[in-house]
Structures are given as C-alpha cells and as structure tokens.
C-alpha cells in the first residue's frame, strides 16, 4: 500500500523547493555548513496523533497534530478503542500535514522515529503499524523512541541541558522522578505507586463537574482546577499531602482522590445538592487539592535532589532539575518546585507549553 503518495504534490512553492533540494545535494542549508539528516517523529501512545520533522541540529522542520481531547471531555475520559479509531482516521493526514508543512518529500527522510512503548496498547499498535508500512515503502531506517526518554530529553531542544539532570514528569499518564545520565541512561529514583497527578486532577475535575462550569468547559479537568483555584481558599479544607513517612521518592494520588470524593460527597450534602451539580465551595476545594499536589511533588523532589547531591550524583551547584508533562504547565505547581530549587541551589526548566504535552517533536 502506497501510504504516502501524494505528499510532493502539495507544496505549495515548487521553485522554493528547487532551491532547498539544490543547496541539499552540496549538503548546505541556508545559513549553515552542515549535513543534516532528517527525521521523521511519530507519537500515537495515547490521545493525540502527532507528527513532526527534525533535523540533526535540532531546527523544527514543521509538525502536525490532532488532538482528541473534546472527544473524551465528553466521554468523561478515554476510551481505548475509540482512540485507537480516531489515531487510525488523522494518522495519514497528520504525517502528511507535517511533511508538506516542513517542505520535503519523504524519500528525504534518514529515519523514522516512533514512540513504541509505553502508552495505550491500541493506540501504540496504530502509529507501530502505520511506521512499519511506511518504512518499508521507502527503504527508511526506524527509530523506535521510549515515550518518557523522549519527554525527559526535549529540554536540550531548547536549552544547553548537560548530563547529567533530575526530571521530574507529570502528566495524565506519568508521574516520575529520574537522574538523567545520558541519552539512552536513565535512572529512576521515583514513581506513582497508583494513579499520575494529572488523572487525579481529571477525576476531581469530573466529580466537581467542572465541565457545566461556564468558565471551564473546554478546559482540561488539570487548567480547569488551576483556573478556578485562583478564586478559592485553600484553607478552608485541611488536606495532608500522601506519604509523608516514606522514606522514598514515590507518589501517590489515588489516596488523596478519595479524601477529596469524601469531602465533596459531604459538601453535596451540606449545601443541599445532587450530584452533578456546582457546589458554591468548587473553588476552594480546587485550591485544596491543587496545594497538597504541589506539596507533595515539592517534597519527594526535594528529597530527590538531596539524595542526588548527598551521593554525588548530581553537581553540588550547577544541578538541573527538568519538570514536564501536561501538569507541569501548572504555574501554582511550578512556584511549588521552584522554592525547593531555590532552596537546593538547583536551575528549574520547563519546556515551553507546547513541548511539555505530548507531540511528535519530542519524539522526532
Ligand atoms: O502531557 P499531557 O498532555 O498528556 C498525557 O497525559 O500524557 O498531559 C495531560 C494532563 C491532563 O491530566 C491534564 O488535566 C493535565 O495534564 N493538565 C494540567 C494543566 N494542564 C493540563 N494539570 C494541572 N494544571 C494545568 N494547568
Ligand atoms: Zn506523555
């Protein structure tokens, strides 16, 4: 099956290309002295399909993604095979989109690059296959990427990042805390023992139905506690963080999910309402479990980072600690981790927004 057959067709400025294909056969670009490879990225692991081109130096040929968000907002969260469905129907068109975006045909690819593990089975399988054929078609070498080595490694995009670095990454789907110590050297010094932060901050968002708040409800149930935190006071509920006697780096959020459904059960019944409808104190229990999250990712990175150093593991005072992932878009969170790396005299980097979700960049 011819997957990509039409791509070259859709440039939309042939003579440009002409130009760009021209300097390539002397192995110059503009600008630059350099050979560059080019390479393709895939990401299908969970709920977005997405695609991007990268070369050897880093530059961001173009990207392409669908997001399949409002689908499962509306699902109240992801269905496996209804993903897998909706990474079947975009994958061409979002690979293509990227191609055609970065201005190459993909005989000029040196590689494709796709995420193989870890991430939703179904949905893994789609972009697994749909790479497979492709690289068979054009005689490609495959790359297959680790979806968390490639979120820990996005920084050095953007940043002059040396090894090695403390990442720290939460999403829907991650929770880890890792000592970077080469590309493919990871050492991992903590994980959630249940659930990762951000599917905790989706079921409380769910159960607060957040979604019929008009502020709300298109946002992530994570942006939809962080926005109506701001109008909430946090003292108002007394919640302990997870853990505190552990002498580990691990997480937990799936305790303090059910401290929370206990408290919002009790406030429904308080003030008088069904389930499903908007209590008056939303706000301040968003601006209680959005603390004692921030807490808790404080602390057990605290203890990380002095671990790390106690052990030589990490420079006593160049140390880099990397936060990504959906969550880590969370300014509140962010202050959190940046009064321990204050506190540490470690350097706090974040890639930006974009990057820190899920995308095919990273793993290009
Ligand atoms: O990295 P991501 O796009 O996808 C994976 O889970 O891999 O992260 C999505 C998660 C969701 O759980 C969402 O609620 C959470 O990140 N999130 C946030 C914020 N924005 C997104 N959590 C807290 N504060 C936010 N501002
Ligand atoms: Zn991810």
């Known amino acids: 099956m011819l997957i990509l057959n039409k791509t070259a067709g859709v440039f939309s400025k042939p003579s440009k290309r002409k130009v760009y294909e021209f300097l390539r056969s002397f192995n110059i670009y503009p600008g630059t002295l350099f050979l560059h490879k080019l390479v393709l990225g895939i990401e299908t692991s969970c709920d977005d399909t997405a695609a991007a081109v990268v070369d050897e130096t880093g ?34 068109r979002i690979v293509q989109e990227a191609l055609s975006v970065s201005r190459i045909s993909p005989s000029e690819l040196s590689a494709i690059a796709t995420t193989i593990k870890p991430g939703l089975a179904l949905s893994l399988g789609v972009g697994l296959s749909f790479s497979l054929q492709l690289v068979d078609q054009l005689k490609k070498p495959f790359i297959p990427i680790h979806h968390m080595e490639a979120h820990a490694l996005t920084i050095r995009l953007t940043n002059k990042v040396e090894f090695p670095f403390l990442v720290l990454l939460i999403s829907g789907g991650h929770c880890l805390l890792a000592l970077v110590r080469g590309v493919s050297d990871f050492l991992l010094l903590g994980k959630s023992l249940d659930i990762a932060p951000g599917d905790m ?113 990490l420079s006593q005072s160049n140390a880099v600690l990397v936060v990504s992932g959906g969550v880590a878009s969370n300014l509140y969170i962010r202050k959190a981790l940046e009064i321990v790396t204050n506190a540490t005299q470690c350097t706090l980097l974040c890639p930006p927004p974009r990057l820190c979700t899920d995308n095919g960049i990273m793993i290009a």
């Open 59 to 92: 530059n961001v040929l173009g990207e392409a993604m669908h997001s399949q968000t409002e689908v499962h907002l509306k699902t109240g969260g992801i269905i496996p095979p209804v993903a897998q469905q909706l990474h079947r129907e975009n994958i061409q």
């Open 201 to 313: 901050l989706d079921k409380v968002a769910r159960r607060l139905s957040l979604i019929r708040h008009p502020e709300c409800s298109t946002m992530s149930g994570g942006k939809a506690i962080e926005h109506l935190a701001k109008q909430g006071n946090r003292f108002h509920f007394d919640i302990k963080p997870p853990m505190q006697r552990a002498k580990n780096c691990d997480f937990s959020f799936s305790g303090l999910q059910h401290v929370i459904d206990k408290t919002i059960m009790q406030k429904e019944k308080e003030e008088g309402i069904e389930k499903g409808q908007i209590l008056s104190s939303a706000a301040d229990i968003a601006a209680a479990v959005q603390h004692t999250t921030a807490c808790h990712l404080a602390k057990r990175t605290h203890r990380a980072i002095l671990f790390c150093k106690q052990r030589n593991l």
